[in-house]
């Protein structure tokens, strides 16, 4: 008889969909992937067609298991967070497109909920009151902002604005559900409605603390509680796949769900409490293990779940974020000019020196505009070269202020682990080494969600019993800080910091 030593791995990034068979070994035995179709109906919208996904991930699946059918033993799931869809429990009628975190029609919704007088006036008072009691949940709530990226006030718009959501659940029809839970009540057939705790906790209207649904929260923005899924561990049985489905296996157990910032730091086997992880992707993130600590919510630092295995407590890291798309002003160099070939930037930078290179000014969007213009502290000698420094430099920068964010409140961790597209640049990651004087590594796994999911999808079945019990090599390599004066760089990074405001 076959043996059962495979786990299909799925990850649903910001801009691809990858699907990779996996054997005990932590071998890669099969990787498939497909660009994420992402739609902008109106200026600051930003949608996934679920019909347009589910093909997609139908076609992976395929390709998948050919050839492997007798040996897949579970299926893991990793997506990114809080882009989420509503539909009619019990069928596949969904109300509207996935709204994905990086959607903004509700930028406006949230900063007049944050700057009103009675939100402030019940977050001073809540503040006061949980200084005097000792509550960090207290001080989380009164420190929290609403943003776009948390579902709360995304879920409000849909509430108020497509009619058959307040009719179906009035009905007690209506399902709300991350990526990964409409993954699983599709894969499942429907028999599933359930997400984990690190899906659930980064929506921002799950207590992490209480470990359910937040009344308060979800009565506060119009959020229907009753059209939340279950929260199980992220190591669950969360149903098998249904053999309706035309996807080359069926009967397999999906055994591990996880959110893809997690699943990334479980991937490059981070499972200590103090350990850090810097993410160079679309967007920029510090994570930092807080084990049974859940941090109180700051101005740039906030609680998450990482993981909650069975039989064990919930596992908490800090994450400072930006979700400004860093990765793509490296690929903006190309479309201005200044680089025919991003494996080019790392000598261009180094062609010239630092003292030389004018700042590049943190923007909110990439546009049509000339770089020039994204520049202070221009030389008149500036050349091509001395802008794409310019650029690394700032991405170094920015990386340093999300990192001290974490450290101002935590202290010096012994190393940094890199991982995301803009690590792959030797320039930026060995300025970030001379900046902050710590060991930085950059993260040789290159598929880290996937070894994630592919991970809690092992516990779940009993390959290991803890992370601990993982064997496998951490795939890391020790970069060398930049040869410069240390001394120059800072005092450059605080003028840095100044004009763009940090």
């Known amino acids: 008889m076959t043996e059962k030593d495979v786990i299909l791995s799925l990850d649903i990034g910001t801009t691809n969909i990858k699907l990779a068979a996996i054997n005990k070994n932590g071998e890669t035995v099969s990787l498939q992937k497909r660009t994420l179709r992402l739609q902008c109906p109106e200026p600051g919208h930003q949608e996934i067609c679920p019909s347009e996904l589910w093909t997609d991930i139908e076609a992976l699946f395929r390709l998948s298991t050919k050839g492997l059918e007798s040996r897949i033993a579970a299926v893991g799931i990793s997506t990114h967070r809080s882009t989420f869809i509503t539909w009619e429990r019990g069928t596949d009628q969904f109300l509207h497109n996935f709204i994905t975190w990086a959607d903004k029609r509700t930028q406006k919704m949230c900063d007049d909920w944050n700057n009103s007088y009675v939100t402030r006036i019940c977050q001073t008072i809540l503040y006061g009151i949980g200084k005097i009691v000792g509550s960090t949940h207290m001080v989380c709530a009164a420190n929290f902002k609403v943003v776009p990226a948390n579902v709360q006030m995304r879920f409000k718009w849909v509430m108020e604005n497509i009619p058959s959501a307040q009719a179906l659940y009035n009905q007690g029809n209506l399902c709300f559900g991350t990526l990964d839970t409409w993954l699983i009540y599709k894969l499942t057939g429907k028999a599933t409605w359930a997400t984990d705790y690190s899906n659930a906790a980064a929506t921002g209207i799950y207590d992490m603390w209480a470990g359910k649904w937040c009344p308060v929260m979800t009565w506060v923005f119009g959020n229907p509680i009753g059209s939340l899924p279950e929260v199980v561990d992220s190591n669950a049985l969360f149903g098998y796949i249904s053999p309706e489905l035309d996807l080359g296996c069926s009967d397999i157990p999906i055994h591990g769900v996880v959110a893809d910032q997690q699943a990334s730091v479980i991937g490059n086997c981070l499972f200590e409490e103090g350990d850090v992880k810097l993410s160079l992707g679309t967007g920029l993130a ?43 002003y490296l690929d903006w160099l190309v479309s201005s000019n200044l680089v025919t070939d991003l494996k080019q930037i790392d000598t261009i930078a180094l062609s010239v020196k630092s003292s030389d290179t004018p700042h590049f000014v943190k923007i909110d969007a990439i546009d049509d505009r000339s770089i020039e213009e994204f520049m202070e502290e221009k030389g008149s000698n500036c050349t091509n070269a001395h802008y794409v420094r310019a650029v690394m430099e700032a991405h170094a920068f920015r990386s340093k202020v999300v990192l001290d964010d974490v450290f101002d409140f935590y202290g010096l961790p012994d190393k940094i682990v890199v991982d995301g597209g803009a690590s792959s640049s030797a320039f930026i990651l060995e300025t970030l080494s001379a900046l902050t004087g710590l060991h930085v590594y950059r993260s040789n796994c290159t598929e880290g969600a996937l070894m994630g999911a592919f991970f809690v999808s092992g516990l779940g079945l009993n390959w290991w019993h803890t992370f601990e019990d993982i064997e496998l090599p951490q795939q890391v390599t020790l970069i060398s800080p930049l040869d410069c004066d240390r001394v120059r760089l800072l005092e450059k990074f605080e003028r840095w910091k100044t004009f763009v405001k940090f």
Do not use: F, N
């Open 286 to 328: 510090c994570d930092r293990l807080t084990a049974s600590y859940a941090h109180p919510v700051a101005l740039s630092v906030y609680p998450q779940i990482a993981w909650k295995l069975k039989g064990a407590g919930i596992y908490y890291m800090a994450e400072s974020m930006t979700m400004e798309t860093r990765g793509k």
